[in-house]
Each structure stands twice: as C-alpha cells, then as structure tokens.
C-alpha cells in the first residue's frame, strides 16, 4: 500500500512520522508524498495553541477531501485532547492517542486490516526522510514533561516523562547515516530531561553519541533553559555540534515568568546566555516569547521587551497568548485586552527582525559550511537555485549554473 504522512506542529511530531514511515516500509509498503495517490493517510496532529487545534482540524478534513477514497488515521496531542471530536470528522477511520504512537503502524494493521508485501519489506529501504524531501533526522529520544507550566497543554497531552534508552538512540542515528543523513536533531517535550528515569542525563547521552556515531552534524531540539548541566557548552568544543540552541525565554519579566510557573529568572538566562556566547565561536540562541499572558502590566511589557532586545535573539517565535481549556492560566484573572496583545505583538515581532538582521549583519563575510537541502529549484535563466542551513542555523541561498544533488555539505561565504 502506499501510505502519505502529514504532520502539524513540533519537531517531535516530526521525528514520530519518520519513525513511522521507517515502521511502514519494514512492512512492505511505499511512502508517497502524494495525497492523490495514497492508499492510507496518517495525519500527525498539533494542540500548542488554540489556532493550532483549529488548523489539525482543517489537515484532517483536507486529507479526506483530497481523498476520500483513502483510510484515514489520526494520532498527535489535538486527536489526543479531543478524541471523540476527532473521531467524529468525515472519514477518520482510527484515532491513536499519544499514549499509544510508538505502536501506531502496529494497532493500524490490527485495526484496519491491512495486506503487507514481502517483496517490498526485503529490499534495502531508501530513508523515508529523502522520499519525504527531508535533509534533516529528527531523532525522538524523550517524551513527555514533569513540569507544568500553567500555560502549556503539550504535558498533558503528552502525559509523564519517558527515556529512549541510549542504544536504541545510538542504532537509529547510525541507520540514518547509513543511509546519508548528514545531520540529526535530538528532540523531545523535555529534551532537558532525558534519562531522570532511567539513570542518564543529555549531556552523558550527548558524549555517547559524539563517540559512537559519525554524522557530520548534530543538533539539540528546544532546550529549558535551567535543565543544561554543568559544563554543557564544553561539548561544542566537538564541531560535530552545531552552534545554535533554542532555549524558550516566553517573557522577558520576572514577575510574568513566576505566574507562568518557569523555573529560570531573566538575570540566569542572561548569565546563560553570555556563557554560552564566551565559549561557542559564533554562537545563535533563538527563543520563544508568549505575548498578552493574563495580567501583564504596560509596566511588565516594556520591562520584558527590554530585556528581550538587551539579550539580542537570531530568531524570535512570537505567540499571542491563547487559553487552552485545561490549563491553569486559562482561569488567570485579568486578562489582556486583544487589541493590546496585537499592538505588543506587531511592536515585538518588529524587533525580533532588527535583532535578526543584526545577527545576520555580524555573520557577513564569514566562511562556513553549509548543509544544502534535497529540494532544488530550477530558474527561467536555466541556473539552479539550492537552499541550506549554516551551522549556527541560518538560512541562506545561492544560485549556480552547476546542477549539484541536494544533501551536500559545501562551503560558503555568508
């Protein structure tokens, strides 16, 4: 059968369609990226924020519109969250809640009933990254968090923490490179607490993978900014690692950060920060700000947005604060006026492009290498345009009139 994979939201959620589409051709079938052409569609869903919700629902009802013909399945944090109203939409043929994805691929064969082809499941398996039109592995090495910030939906519908044991982490990274991958993020819902229940930390985890792997380039998915253990930073003195972290700030004042229930204090993340900086030549730190969370004063705006802009981000994802039912800030009194979040979101959206500029202002010039992706467009003039990521994970183009093949690392001058 030919199965398509769809996904919303997290690296995680990506690094789960990967796994599954390796899941899915063991068993003899054909990843497509195809919706026309599908036999199954699985559609991996997102609940970060209420607009989230609404888009998980409008990628199911698409699939099936798309092709109606086809078996639809539906996992992720929003089918887990709303499973009767997930299972209720047109065509939707099995829901697998988060508590059951690493058997998804299984419970879909059981359920559904559907015919394997040995032939196929013999073959040695291009990765289903590159039929994908992925260049990237996201590595799943933990689920779920112990924390609760008051904001945040994901812990619940991710539910408590669990460890990738360090082998079967190993054995993946070492099938990707196999395979061609040249670079792999290490991703989870608390990456930062890898292994608090079976022994490990990230940073043991890391070492294991720098000596028993060899894939050019690594990466850390979202990292809390208070779970990065002592002598952290000295793993980058290995190139292997790429010099960027994306370390969740969420406010920039104190006071809002205690009511999101955070464990990191403004004055810890700018010594975080210049650490990280004082050790890693070229260092990016890319973060998120929650912008109108209930009870911000005019008074802790402009103290946050200061503070934002004195610690300078290479990329700041900016989200208007959105209640999800089931939280605890949904009940927060004093909520922020929403034409007041719109005015304190465009005013820090502006800012996050001058630090962005100015980030990329300081890179001009510099020589580095640079992991191009698979897709390549071809030009009216006849040359070729490639994009790619440097490795503190900026995003360039170039045109050439060589055709070169995608997931190739070069070097270039910023």
């Not at 089918?79 to 099995?94: F, K, N, P, R, W």
Request: net charge negative; aromatic share 8%; hydrophobic share 35%.
């Amino acid at each position: 059968m030919r199965v398509n994979l769809q996904i919303l939201g997290c690296r995680l959620n990506e690094a789960e369609l990967q796994q599954w589409a390796g899941d899915f051709q063991k068993r003899g079938h054909e990843i497509t990226g195809s919706v026309d052409d599908a036999d199954l569609l699985v559609v991996n869903t997102c609940a970060v924020t209420g607009e989230a919700g609404r888009k998980s629902r409008q990628l199911i009802r698409r699939a099936q519109r798309n092709n109606p013909q086809a078996r639809l399945v539906v996992s992720g944090c929003y089918a887990t969250l709303e499973q009767q109203q997930t299972a209720g939409i047109e065509g939707v043929d099995l829901v697998v809640t988060n508590e059951d994805k690493d058997r998804l691929v299984e419970r879909i064969h059981n359920e559904l009933d559907l015919q394997t082809m040995p032939a196929l499941a013999q073959r040695p398996a291009e990765t289903a990254l590159f039929q994908r039109g992925r260049s990237r592995a996201f590595i799943k090495v933990q689920d779920g968090c112990r924390w609760r910030c008051t904001y945040c939906i994901v812990t619940i519908a991710r539910g408590e923490e669990r460890s990738t044991p360090v082998k079967q982490i190993i054995d993946q990274i070492n099938q990707h490179a196999e395979q061609g991958v040249k670079e792999i993020v290490l991703t989870g819902v608390h990456l930062g607490g890898y292994g608090s229940d079976i022994g490990s930390d990230l940073y043991s985890l890391t070492q294991t993978v720098l000596r028993e792997t060899d894939v050019p380039r690594i990466r850390f998915g979202s990292l809390e900014p208070w779970d990065l253990h002592e002598g952290f930073f000295e793993l980058f003195e290995n190139d292997r690692l790429m010099p960027h972290l994306h370390l969740p700030l969420q406010s920039g004042s104190d006071s809002v950060l205690k009511r999101m229930s955070r464990r990191c204090k403004t004055a810890d993340y700018a010594s975080l920060i210049e650490a990280a900086r004082d050790a890693i030549p070229g260092f990016n730190v890319t973060t998120d700000i929650i912008v109108g969370f209930p009870g911000e004063t005019d008074e802790e705006w402009q103290t946050g947005y200061d503070f934002i802009e004195s610690v300078g981000f290479g990329h700041t994802h900016v989200f208007s604060f959105s209640p999800r039912e089931g939280t605890k800030a949904a009940s927060l009194p004093d909520p922020v006026k929403p034409g007041v979040i719109k005015q304190r979101s465009r005013q820090l959206h502006e800012l996050a492009e001058q630090m962005k500029q100015d980030f990329m202002q300081q890179q001009q010039g510099k020589t580095c290498a640079v992991l191009l992706e698979d897709k390549v467009e071809v030009l009216d003039s006849g040359e070729y345009r490639y994009s790619g990521y440097t490795p503190n994970y900026l995003r360039i183009e170039m045109e050439s009139d060589r055709q070169s093949t995608g997931n190739t690392i070069i070097q270039y001058q910023i």
